[in-house]
């Protein structure tokens, strides 16, 4: 089906769904018949926007719908103000779509960091001039030998936590919320911390101890960079709006856009906080190596499930990840929802 047939054939189900939705924000303005009508519509809506993505390159249409399923989707998985219930909502559903649906900023937000590690880090093991620029033969030797080592144990591991955790957050607000600037503190927050990660490493495959230098920053360093990562797509993202908002305002694309981005930015907390206590209490306090990457193979694989497992699922179901989605609700609402799912 081409592109003009498919909106002439569902136009008049869009309207529907965007009226229901906006009456919808007040339970005591929907029939019965119309909240199930409009769960109904919710489902059908959010398969044309799973076609549209795949078949159509068109992003008015994909914002089109993507706001009318996020609209819907507000009205009809709101739940009473439950702290904890909210909680749950976040990091099941919000969080992971949100960072799912941000393929393409990850992708860019990895290679922002990671060229900058590899490049570094190669020219580094292989240029004697820059390690005499980069510190005396003495320097590197006591880096080496002990304080890159010594620096996982050198606090308590409660108060060395915190601080690592402490910092990798403000680390990632900076990438998080630079990205407004046009994406460029976004760019060198990530660009200079892969830099410094390959200078270490750089170090360490001059010195022929690679593996010591693995065996050290993987088993917090995969979760904590993967956090980076994420949390420089939604700067890169933010940015982004600001640069190319389609054909929304961008006054109106830099809100849409930062109540996703700022799903993400909440979620990641977690993340860092479990990354700092790998690092406070794993990577400089057990001695064997394995025991330590597999540690952070281990979360690092849970974590990257949770992301693409119910990323893909969330966004089947039509949610955006944006702030305020899954808030409030009705029992009416709730029990058609649940109809719809069994049917």
Request: with cysteine; net charge neutral; proline share 3%.
């Amino acid at each position: 089906m081409d592109i003009d047939r498919f909106i002439a054939r569902n136009t008049a189900a869009w309207q529907r769904l965007d009226e229901l939705s906006r009456r919808g924000r007040n339970p005591r303005r929907l029939a019965p018949g119309e909240i199930d009508e409009l769960v109904e519509l919710y489902q059908r809506v959010s398969s044309h926007l799973s076609h549209a993505r795949a078949a159509y390159a068109d992003p008015a249409l994909t914002a089109r719908l993507t706001r009318l399923v996020g609209q819907a989707n507000g009205v009809i998985y709101r739940s009473p103000g439950r702290p904890g219930r909210a909680v749950v909502e976040l990091l099941a559903w919000r969080f992971p779509a949100a960072v799912w649906q941000s393929g393409r900023f990850v992708a860019a937000s990895a290679a922002l960091l990671l060229v900058p590690a590899l490049v570094v880090g190669a020219w580094i093991a292989r240029s004697d001039e820059a390690l005499d620029a980069l510190a005396s033969e003495a320097a590197r030797a006591a880096y080496l030998e002990h304080d890159f080592e010594a620096y996982y144990s050198s606090d308590p591991a409660t108060q060395f936590a915190t601080q690592v955790t402490v910092n990798n957050i403000q680390v990632a607000i900076t990438a998080f919320a630079a990205g407004v600037l046009l994406c460029v503190p976004t760019v060198f927050v990530l660009a200079y911390n892969g830099a410094n990660i390959g200078v270490a490493g750089g170090l360490f495959a001059d010195a022929g101890e690679l593996g010591r230098f693995f065996g050290l920053i993987l088993p917090h360093g995969l979760l904590e960079l993967t956090a980076v990562v994420i949390a420089g797509a939604a700067g890169l993202r933010l940015g982004w709006a600001v640069i190319d908002p389609g054909d929304r305002t961008r006054g109106r694309a830099l809100g849409e856009e930062a109540r996703r981005t700022g799903v993400i930015a909440l979620g990641l907390v977690l993340a860092f906080v479990a990354a700092g206590l790998i690092e406070g209490f794993v990577t400089g306090r057990v001695g064997s190596t394995a025991l330590r990457v597999g540690v952070g193979v281990v979360v690092e694989l849970a974590f990257v499930a949770w992301i693409v497992v119910q990323g893909r699922a969330a966004t089947l179901r039509g949610v955006t990840g944006a702030l305020g989605e899954l808030d409030r609700g009705w029992d009416e609402l709730a029990a058609a929802r649940e109809r719809a799912w069994a049917a």
